[in-house]
């Protein structure tokens, strides 16, 4: 992955970011065509596999278990109900499953176990897996490797100077260090903003700052509008203008020209124009599906006809890099061994029962 080397400082991005719309989309969809092909953009479902109920204090996040939200929180679903799901996403033309936990950091128990055989499951259904999971260490990183996990999710957010206005239970370098182990485990990277949080055009950009101060810039770059939940702190924040998402989209894309720039939280405020300037600007991916975790999202139909009007075919799995292979996981062998033996101690149990007479007198 590369950047630019034309807009490597913070004052020629916000300059970029700056420059007429039309003339900032018009080199976006330049550089989109010298790596990318424009006429395809990945469909990706999102999937929250657990609910609510978190320790952090994200302030945009209806998650967080400090927030009064109304959220209907649930616990870790099930391996058969994520194979479900993940059927019916590919179905309707996804080649992406993202699946989301609101943990703090992944824990080295048994949700862990299930989260790893999803991936493995997954991964063998031909779709590419994404997780994100919170905080991560390396040898989750590599376990999560092993079981086939494509892409790690962990967004940034926003500028290291802005972050702490809207985060305080995690540092920024916590995020930098589990992008890095993710990273190390040759897992690809998928980090990303949000914008509408009241942050100013020097945050925007100084967030694709901290991507180009990264010896590899993410291989995925989602650029998220605040949704703006009530409940949160950030409930009052007014929505931004599409214009800011195009803009957003469009810097990205020319900073990172072989980064996927993905169209992600806010598009239902969105016009069919607004996103079609998205995707000329560079976006090539959107997450399909009535819902982005727990917020609205445009339905799979909707997305199909925005397809068909714009010309715009879905991408396919792995264009990017190869499936990776799952490999046997020895905690789920070890697991899958014990409940064989015991099966087969409860068999032989049963045979050699006898059952004693009693003799009525
Ligand atoms: S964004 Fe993630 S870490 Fe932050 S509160 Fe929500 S679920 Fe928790």
Same mark, same amino acid.
């Given at each position: 992955? #590369?950047?630019?080397?034309?807009?490597?400082?913070?004052?020629?991005?916000?300059?970029?970011?700056n420059k007429p719309l039309l003339e900032l989309v018009f080199e976006a969809a330049s550089i989109h065509r010298q790596f990318h092909?424009?006429?395809?953009?990945?469909?990706?479902?999102?999937?929250?596999?657990?609910?609510?109920?978190?320790s952090e204090d994200c302030g945009y996040c209806p998650q967080a278990a400090r927030y009064n939200t109304g959220l209907d929180a649930h616990k870790l679903m099930s391996v058969e109900s994520v194979i479900e799901q993940a059927k019916n996403a590919k179905a309707n033309g996804s080649s992406r499953l993202c699946m989301g936990a609101a943990w703090r950091e992944v824990r080295d128990n048994k949700d862990f176990?299930?989260?790893?055989?999803?991936?493995?499951?997954?991964n063998n259904l031909g779709m590419e897996v994404c997780c994100t999971l919170g905080m991560m260490n390396e040898d989750q990183a590599k376990r999560l490797k092993n079981a086939g996990l494509f892409a790690y999710n962990h967004n940034l957010d926003t500028s290291k100077d802005y972050y702490k206005d809207i985060i305080s239970t995690r540092e920024y370098e916590?995020?930098?260090?589990?992008?890095?182990?993710?990273? #190390?485990?040759?897992?690809?990277?998928?980090?990303?903003?949000?914008?509408?949080?009241?942050?100013?055009?020097?945050?925007?950009?100084?967030?694709?700052?901290?991507?180009?101060?990264?010896?590899t810039p993410p291989n995925s770059i989602p650029i998220?509008?605040?949704?703006?939940?009530?409940?949160?702190?950030l409930e009052d924040q007014k929505p931004i203008e599409q214009w800011e998402l195009i803009r957003m989209v469009a810097t990205t894309r020319i900073a990172f020209p072989e980064s996927i720039v993905r169209?992600?939280?806010?598009?239902t405020k969105m016009s069919l124009e607004g996103q079609a300037l998205c995707f000329l600007a560079g976006a090539g991916s959107i997450f399909a599906g009535d819902k982005l975790l727990t917020t609205p999202?445009?339905?799979?139909?909707?997305?199909?006809?925005?397809?068909d009007i714009l010309g715009l075919n879905p991408k396919k799995a792995f264009t990017e890099g190869e499936q990776p292979t799952t490999y046997p996981d020895e905690v789920l062998e070890k697991k899958k061994k014990a409940a064989e033996l015991r099966a087969q101690q409860l068999d032989e149990g049963s045979k050699n029962f006898q059952a004693r007479k009693i003799t009525i007198e």
């Amino acid at each position: 992955m #590369k950047v630019n080397p034309a807009y490597s400082t913070k004052e020629q991005l916000i300059e970029l970011y700056n420059k007429p719309l039309l003339e900032l989309v018009f080199e976006a969809a330049s550089i989109h065509r010298q790596f990318h092909n424009p006429r395809e953009v990945q469909m990706s479902s999102l999937l929250s596999i657990k609910t609510g109920g978190c320790s952090e204090d994200c302030g945009y996040c209806p998650q967080a278990a400090r927030y009064n939200t109304g959220l209907d929180a649930h616990k870790l679903m099930s391996v058969e109900s994520v194979i479900e799901q993940a059927k019916n996403a590919k179905a309707n033309g996804s080649s992406r499953l993202c699946m989301g936990a609101a943990w703090r950091e992944v824990r080295d128990n048994k949700d862990f176990d299930s989260v790893v055989e999803m991936v493995q499951e997954v991964n063998n259904l031909g779709m590419e897996v994404c997780c994100t999971l919170g905080m991560m260490n390396e040898d989750q990183a590599k376990r999560l490797k092993n079981a086939g996990l494509f892409a790690y999710n962990h967004n940034l957010d926003t500028s290291k100077d802005y972050y702490k206005d809207i985060i305080s239970t995690r540092e920024y370098e916590d995020r930098l260090q589990t992008i890095e182990n993710a990273r #190390k485990a040759g897992i690809t990277v998928c980090s990303g903003g949000i914008i509408g949080m009241g942050e100013a055009v020097e945050d925007r950009v100084g967030l694709l700052m901290s991507y180009m101060e990264m010896e590899t810039p993410p291989n995925s770059i989602p650029i998220n509008a605040l949704v703006a939940v009530e409940g949160t702190p950030l409930e009052d924040q007014k929505p931004i203008e599409q214009w800011e998402l195009i803009r957003m989209v469009a810097t990205t894309r020319i900073a990172f020209p072989e980064s996927i720039v993905r169209l992600s939280a806010g598009r239902t405020k969105m016009s069919l124009e607004g996103q079609a300037l998205c995707f000329l600007a560079g976006a090539g991916s959107i997450f399909a599906g009535d819902k982005l975790l727990t917020t609205p999202n445009p339905e799979f139909n909707e997305d199909k006809e925005m397809f068909d009007i714009l010309g715009l075919n879905p991408k396919k799995a792995f264009t990017e890099g190869e499936q990776p292979t799952t490999y046997p996981d020895e905690v789920l062998e070890k697991k899958k061994k014990a409940a064989e033996l015991r099966a087969q101690q409860l068999d032989e149990g049963s045979k050699n029962f006898q059952a004693r007479k009693i003799t009525i007198e």
